[in-house]
């Protein structure tokens, strides 16, 4: 605890160094400018989308990104695109990080955990200083609003598991973005109501889509999924391995596609036999379909490392709770997520300059990757929980832990 506690302490001074270095690229909010450069072109009339078949427009000061999201993503960036650029982006990422403090709060809270002053100011930062959140951060991402949706969803989960759609139009929030997401609604399943209700939402949101803006604008939107967003390309050079990348199934190579399917079926086929209405059950499920989406998301990069969030909140207090607690995996799996960014981008040096000597083992570098090690030690552990306790995380009703 210590050790992780310090590591946290430090690391947003050593992303600071280090972008003064030049070792890291600067605070450039490079995708909220593709949102606010998308929602501008909108009040103008014009398109949403720029594929890679198609000139990208500027979307930042300095640089081009094209918007490779639904076109109901955009509504809440069409009143911030009237504003100058720095000042829209200023007011997104606080408000993003506000609200994944704030979820992160409410979670806590629905297992009867309050926080004081102190305490709250220490949630808010080891949010910020979690790797994975400073890279979101810099860059202007929807991430942090993710975050947020599942720790509002996990809560709903654990206050109201059979309200009618709470919880699941919380976590369905971020699959319409990026439908890999889509698992963390993995106790859905214990119930046909509630699939019932998902495929509800998800025609909710595709009608009201389509009449805020359109057919046409959907039709080009299936084209930027046809062309991707880097999916379909050959395997990233191990040299050019940095901390936006995670890689987990880097030496498969194009079979990776098949793994994640595997998986995919695995985690359902998991879920179904666990089928059960227990909320300690549910809880330990929504925890695993969370901590799944960075291994089965097609765009992998360390973004998707955010999404460990709600399930390193949830494993914590279980174990704290316990009277056979163990926090050795859970803490470790933490350490290996917070340095996986650096971490991988040093492992991409080998074979260069004074590492050269390392160059046989260059090969290794990608089953090195700390983030791979940590998800696969949180996975595991969740699941050891669940077996171990018939299914789930137990939490006592008196509200132990402050």
Known sequence: MFAAAALFLVYPAIVAVATLLGASFELNFMDFGAYYSAAGRFLEGGS?????????????????FPY???PV??????????????????IWVTVS??????GAKTLLNAYDIRLSRAKMLLLAYGIFAFAPTLIWFKLGQVTGMFVGSLCFAAASLERNPDGRFGWLGLALLPAVVKPPYAVTMAPALNDYQRV??????????????????????????????????GWHLDALPI?????????????????????RGVLLVALVGYVLERRSRRPRVERALFALGCAAVPVLHPTVNTLTLNALIPAYLIVFVSEFRRSDGALTIPLLSLVLVQIHPYA????????????SPLDPLTPLVPVLQPGLWGIVSLVAFIVYRIERDEGGFPLPEDGSVR
Do not use: D, Q
């Open 48 to 64: 949403l989308y720029y594929t890679p078949s198609r000139p990208a427009a500027p979307s930042h000061p300095g640089g081009v």
């Open 68 to 70: 490779l999201y639904p």
């Open 73 to 90: 993503v955009i509504v809440p960036f069409i009143p911030l695109a009237l504003l100058p650029f720095w000042v829209a982006a200023g």
């Open 97 to 102: 990080l506000a609200v994944a403090v704030f």
């Open 196 to 229: 019932l209700r998902v495929v509800i939402l998800g025609i909710a949101v595709i009608a009201v889509s389509v009449l805020l803006f359109g057919i046409e604008a959907h039709e080009a939107y299936l084209g930027v999924l046809r062309e991707g967003k």
């Open 239 to 259: 040299s050019k391995f940095s901390f936006f990348v995670f890689r987990p199934f880097h030496v498969l190579g194009s079979a990776r596609i098949v793994l």
């Open 344 to 355: 991988t981008s040093v492992l991409s040096w080998i074979g260069i300059g004074a590492l």
